[in-house]
């Protein structure tokens, strides 16, 4: 990346030298420097809304066209303003302490005497402002503007009307990062709101952040409310369970409980947002139904016993059975308990039988992807995708199977200049999620399932037929050249369902030479994913990007249960299972025909996660000894 041109600035009266255009309150940290805020955020567009609170006021003199200084008659904002050579910014003159109290007296106006009772109390970028630059007392004697409290947005947050300053940070996250637009401002002057289009509720999948986002106590956590004051809480670093992208988050407790859970910044993986899935979805952690102790079943109902009951029990069973057991789960199990558990299985009981897989089909896709491009999942770093030309979505419902990646993708276009391709192998019949990748990719397929690997043929012939890709291609497909020869644009478009032009739209966009491909669900669940994978590949290393291709997991340690070796056919480290043993599918059948007198569950609610919800109850109630590793008693572990 070129080193950004420098210019002299002095801040206060002491002298930086910072990039060109970067806006003035970033300038005035690296001097130590600070310029109070309300509407800025650097990952939010001065779009819709940005500089609004003008608490940020500077008196700036700057280079004239004769290359004199000059003071700005009027202050300006710090947040909007981008620093040139020459620049003096001023922040601790009279005239700017006077620009700050009369803001805060301005906004506080409307504010209500909260924050004895306001979950923003102690935390509050109002409060701490008002301390530091505010007036002492206000001279308002009339009556404040007067809204409901708590009205619910969702099942997540809660808006206190009165508390809000208009900053226009949560419309603008739904604008600029999550994309889905659902906040807006209603209404005008003094009745200005922030809502919803007609008062719908907010499903955004990232709604949470706003609460992060918000300076004040207008936008709230409806699970965290009146739960606990932040000076009473203790935060712990963790990262989220809840699926395979890893965001880091901050858990609050309070009296040995979990309050809230937070974001916690990583520039490589989810910079400070998470998804709703995480933020509300780690009550587990101190959920009343976590199981404490042993339950043995007696007398056909499950029961508390003690370790040694439940472990003698388990050592007679497993000395009975031998090795006719199955073990399955472990994708959200941690890498050292993993590999001690398929250590104890292979060597100790004898059994192979082991796998975390819950689809439809085992096809060895990892192996295939990890013999040609030396990974098993991700290609690039999630950070990554923004340097991205062209990304396609390959058969993903992405916002649901990667939220961070989604963001990111969704990032690439809108602040980098990326071009998305998404293609869906699903009719044209409406979707049943909620396809946000369509709303901002330049080309959307919906092609007819089965038809990937056509649609990738034919797509490659466009490419050559219009001299799209690098030379050394021609020669590099010559293996492909028969196969390739039966998908004529048209009879691909024909095929796959869609229109030659639009076949041709995605052929240049992805003729590229920074592609990212990220291939979905749909594709490892097809029953032909090696042929797919194969093809993807194709594309990526004949458009010259031969890392482009990542197949993200989905469940939060998948990748540690391949690694650690919970596969029928692979030891840890991928090394062959030169014995293999039986999948997930086979193990359950194998149970349900009473050929199974023990299966061992890690960690998984099978009923909820197994694609055949039947089999799954069948093998269950027909296996004659079922261990269940589960937090709480879910429907599977009932069946223990
Ligand atoms: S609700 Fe909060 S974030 Fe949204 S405009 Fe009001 S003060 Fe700003
Ligand atoms: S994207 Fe995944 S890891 Fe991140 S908060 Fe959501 S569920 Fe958790
Ligand atoms: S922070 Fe600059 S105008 Fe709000």
């Known amino acids: 990346m070129p080193e950004p041109d420098l210019v002299n600035i002095k801040i206060d009266g002491i002298a930086v030298r910072v990039p060109k255009g970067e806006k003035v309150i970033e300038s005035a940290k690296r001097v130590g420097v600070d310029i109070p805020f309300f509407c800025y955020h650097p990952r939010l567009s001065m779009e819709d809304g940005g500089a609004n609170c003008r608490m940020c006021l500077v008196e700036v003199a700057a280079a004239g066209p004769d290359g004199s200084v000059r003071k700005m008659p009027k202050p300006q904002t710090a947040c909007s303003l981008p620093a040139t050579e020459g620049m003096e910014i001023i922040t601790n003159s009279e005239s700017v302490r006077a620009d700050r109290r009369g803001v805060l007296e301005f906004l506080l106006i409307n504010h209500p005497l909260d924050c004895p009772i306001c979950d923003r109390g102690g935390e509050c970028p109002l409060q701490n402002n008002t301390l530091h630059y505010g007036p002492d007392t206000t001279r308002y004697v009339e009556e404040k503007r007067h809204f409901p409290k708590a009205y619910p947005l969702s099942d997540f947050v809660v808006f206190d009307r009165e508390r809000c300053i208009h900053c226009a940070r949560c419309t603008r996250f739904t604008t600029d990062i999550s994309g889905d637009a659902q906040l807006g401002f209603l209404k005008r002057g003094a009745d200005m709101e922030v809502g919803t289009f007609q008062h719908t509720a907010f499903t955004s999948r990232f709604s949470g952040n706003v609460i992060e986002l918000c300076p004040v106590g207008a936008l709230l956590s409806r699970p965290y409310r009146f739960k606990a004051r932040p000076w009473d809480l203790l935060t712990q670093r963790s990262l989220c369970t809840r699926c395979s992208n890893g965001c880091c988050i901050k858990l609050d407790y309070r009296l040995d409980k979990l309050q809230r859970v937070n974001a916690r910044l990583n520039e490589e993986v989810n910079e400070e947002w998470t998804c709703d899935r995480g ?36 050592i007679a069973r497993l000395q009975e059975a031998g090795p006719r057991i199955g073990g399955i789960g472990g994708a959200s199990t941690a890498n050292e308990d993993l590999y001690v558990w398929q250590k104890f299985f292979r060597e100790m009981l004898g059994s192979h039988n082991l796998d975390h897989r819950m689809g439809p089909h085992f096809p060895p896709t990892r192996e295939g992807l990890f013999a ?15 340097g991205m030309k062209t990304i396609l979505v390959f058969g993903s419902n992405l916002v649901d199977e990667q939220p961070i990646l989604f963001l990111r993708v969704r990032k690439a276009w809108r602040f980098r200049g990326a071009s998305v391709v998404e293609v869906i192998p699903q009719p044209a019949a409406p979707l049943d999620y909620p396809n946000h990748v369509s709303e901002f990719a330049s080309v959307s397929l919906r092609i007819r399932p089965g038809t990937e690997v056509a649609f990738l043929y034919g797509l490659l012939n466009v490419m050559l037929a219009e001299k799209l890709l690098p030379e050394s291609a021609a020669a590099r497909s010559a293996p492909l050249a028969q196969e390739r020869s039966r998908w004529s644009p048209e009879r691909t478009a024909a095929e796959c369902g869609i229109g030659a032009d639009a076949l041709a739209r995605a052929a240049r966009l992805l003729a590229t030479d920074r592609l990212a491909i990220l291939a979905g669900r749909s594709v490892t669940q097809h029953p032909e994913a090696r042929a797919v994978l194969d093809m993807l590949g194709n594309l990526a290393v004949l458009t010259g990007n031969p890392d482009a291709l990542s197949v993200p997991v989905t469940e939060c340690n998948e990748q540690g249960a391949m690694d650690m070796g919970i596969l029928p056919d692979s030891l840890p480290g991928y090394v062959p299972d030169p014995t293999p043993g039986l999948n997930t599918e086979q193990m359950l059948r194998a149970a349900a025909a009473g050929e199974l007198p023990l299966l061992w569950l890690v960690g998984v609610d099978l009923l909820g996660s197994f694609h055949d919800p039947d089999l799954a109850r069948h093998a269950l109630e027909a296996c004659p000894f079922v261990v269940a590793n589960a937090l709480e008693l879910d429907e599977t572990a009932r069946l223990a």
């Open 279 to 314: 933020k509300f979805g780690m009550d587990y952690v101190s959920s009343d139904r976590r199981l404490r102790q042993p339950m043995v079943r007696r007398g056909g109902d499950l029961e508390p016993a003690t370790w040694e009951e439940a472990n003698d029990l388990i």
């Open 372 to 386: 040609r491009f030396g990974h098993h999942t991700m290609a690039s770093s999630i950070a990554g995708l923004e």
